[in-house]
């Protein structure tokens, strides 16, 4: 195994419906549906074992045939999992795709991702204990983000935003962060102002960041690790992606991969930005092309 690490955050089932021509709203279009495991943090976990990584995952599943078979997905990929137990469905995430397969409209319901709370950290509080990093979402209720920071103040905590709403639950822990990835609009809610790319990754190193990852789509990621350097990786534009959901996640997974094995971040950004690009292939938001990156 590459790295041993805990996760902690959302799963949910995707339904992913793409347009066969210009989506017209207000009626019914004609398209394509896909079903598929998905959330952020479940993508994130599926990409980092695909990369030979040891992954504890605290998560909320339901008991429901969906969450049945995504708990059997994860446990096949080698994630060792553990689940409050629950009687509110698997979470879900809708996505609508315009006929550029890029995403128009979404709905997520994950209301289960609030049993992932304060009790059921304590209840594992010798899973939590031995792992030195954590990686979190911010699907997690503000109380069990409270409790992690107040109770394993020097963990190595490294994090994927997931909104510009969510993500606010951790602005008051930024300089307790080892690794912060998010995108522009969610690092705008951070600094809690309009800025270049540039200028919001220096914004949250200021605030006590390690390491700072901010993408923009198709557009250059910026990052850096001293507020004295910061530097971009380039992102060559891809006209025939299949689907854009999950790149944020393996672009996530690339990063946490490489820096945890020692690669500077700029190598770290590149190999997530590459494993991006590949996911762009694929019908849902995961792929096990990710494996053949394994020894990279």
């Known amino acids: 195994m590459k790295n041993s690490m805990l996760l902690i955050g959302g799963c949910n089932i995707d339904f992913i419906a793409?347009?066969?021509?210009?989506?017209?709203?207000?009626?019914?279009?004609?398209?394509?549906?896909?079903?598929?495991?998905?959330?952020?943090?479940?993508?994130?976990?599926?990409?980092?074992?695909?990369?030979?990584n040891d992954v504890d995952f605290i998560t909320a599943i339901g008991?429901?045939?969906?969450?049945?078979?995504?708990?059997?997905?994860?446990?096949?990929?080698?994630?060792?999992?553990?689940?409050?137990?629950?009687?509110?469905?698997?979470?879900?995430?809708?996505a609508i795709n315009d006929s550029n397969h890029d995403l128009a409209e979404a709905i997520c319901d994950n209301r289960i991702d609030e049993v992932i709370n304060v009790d059921f950290l304590k209840a594992?509080?010798?899973?939590?204990?031995?792992?030195?990093?954590?990686?979190?979402?911010?699907?997690?209720?503000?109380e069990t983000i409270d409790y992690l920071f107040e109770n394993y103040p020097n963990k190595k905590y490294m994090m994927d935003a997931i909104s510009p709403t969510k993500v606010l639950k951790v602005k008051k822990y930024l300089d307790k962060f080892y690794l912060i990835k998010?995108?522009?609009?969610?690092?705008?809610?951070?600094?809690?102002?309009?800025?270049?790319?540039?200028?919001?990754?220096?914004g949250l190193l200021a605030r006590g960041?390690?390491?700072?990852?901010?993408?923009?789509?198709?557009?250059?990621?910026?990052?850096?690790?001293?507020?004295?350097?910061?530097?971009?990786?380039?992102?060559?534009?891809?006209?025939?992606?299949?689907?854009?959901?999950?790149?944020?996640?393996?672009?996530?997974?690339?990063i946490v991969d490489h820096v945890l094995g020692g690669k500077s971040l700029k190598e770290s950004v590149a190999f997530g930005n590459e494993l991006a690009r590949v996911t762009l292939m694929s019908k849902s938001a995961t792929t096990p092309e990710i494996s053949k990156f394994k020894d990279k």
């Open 18 to 52: 793409t347009s066969k021509d210009k989506l017209i709203k207000r009626v019914s279009n004609i398209g394509e549906v896909s079903v598929s495991n998905g959330g952020v943090m479940r993508n994130i976990a599926e990409n980092l074992a695909r990369l030979g």
């Open 124 to 142: 594992n509080k010798e899973l939590i204990e031995k792992h030195d990093v954590i990686l979190i979402d911010t699907n997690i209720t503000q």
């Open 209 to 254: 960041a390690q390491k700072v990852v901010v993408s923009h789509g198709s557009n250059d990621i910026y990052f850096g690790e001293d507020l004295r350097k910061i530097d971009f990786v380039h992102v060559e534009e891809v006209f025939d992606f299949v689907n854009t959901i999950g790149c944020g996640d393996a672009l996530t997974s690339g």
């Open 63 to 94: 008991n429901d045939d969906l969450g049945k078979s995504l708990k059997a997905e994860l446990i096949n990929l080698g994630i060792k999992l553990y689940c409050p137990e629950t009687d509110l469905p698997t979470g879900s995430f809708v």
């Open 182 to 202: 998010c995108n522009i609009h969610e690092a705008t809610a951070l600094m809690g102002i309009d800025l270049a790319n540039k200028d919001l990754t220096s």
